[in-house]
């Protein structure tokens, strides 16, 4: 992550600022979006902010703003380029491991004289699910290519492709058009319960529940890819999946 020390607060000239600010710094009374605001840019950054995912703004040696940087830009006043940039991103806030670990904590980084620093996050990596312990940026499974590899040593496994997919469908079935859920609901009022759905369903099934007047109460949406795997499929559904499959 980037690691920005800002100083006190102070006025500038909004016609002298690349971003038309009237203030820069950080000023302890500052909302976050004022502080965003007041120290996303502009700083003179180099390489590897590019490849940067979150931001830290310090002040006094202690993180004050934690940001998920969208993009790296260069500022520019009028056609001419400074050199320097601007961090654009989203505001972490509690809840966020970046924010928790860093935000009103001591900067991860020694005081230094060039106010952008870089530091190794624990909370940015983890390993890749290959398990090669490849470390790899938070957020992804994979090393590059290590899904493909992973995938094929199983399928050499099994002897190739088509003993691959027999034991696929033998072990958990092919039912892709099983792959609507209805929300488990009270049959007193209608409301959900909050309970999660335990099977998956064909869309146009007749697994839900009608009130007095007729309408679903229950109504249905498409299963997110954890349920596919984690939901089983209903067993009627599965009737009528593979009636409709002979019919073609
Ligand atoms: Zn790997
Ligand atoms: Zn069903």
Redesign the pocket.
Known sequence: MIVIGAGVEQPIDPAEDELGRDRIGYGPTMSPMALYDATHGTWHLGERAQRERFALITHDGRGVLAVAIDRVEPATTGRQSSGRSVIHGEILTTGHPMHDAYVGAPSPIPPQRNPIGYFNAPEEQTV?????D?PIPAGKH??SG?DQT?LHERVRQLGGVVDFIAWFDRTHGYWPDINVIYEPVSLKDGGPTGAPARARHRLGCSHFFLDKDGRIINRPRLATAKEMTSLRPCKSCQDASAKAATRK
């Open positions: 890749c699910a290959c398990g090669c490849e994979f090393a290590h992973a």
